[in-house]
């Protein structure tokens, strides 16, 4: 994911209340029982979107 402050930045001044996004479960939990959202990018996805008071919808 190569999405960075500028890009949700625009997404929030345009008026986008929520976005929806779906998480390839096979890049998260490589390994059985271990979960890792920071190398997918969608920890950092999560928090800019918090930054600007976006909605996150997972699917």
């Known amino acids: ?8 930045k625009l997404i929030a001044n ?7 996004i779906d998480i ?3 890049k998260v939990e ?3 029982g271990k979960y890792d959202f ?3 990018g969608y920890d950092k996805l999560n928090n800019l979107l918090k930054k600007f008071n ?3 919808i997972t699917y």
């Open 1 to 8: 994911m190569d999405i960075n402050e500028k890009d949700i």
């Open 14 to 20: 345009s008026g986008v209340k929520w976005v929806r």
């Open 24 to 26: 390839l479960w096979s």
């Open 30 to 32: 490589t390994k059985k």
């Open 38 to 40: 920071t190398k997918t």
């Open 54 to 56: 976006i909605i996150l």
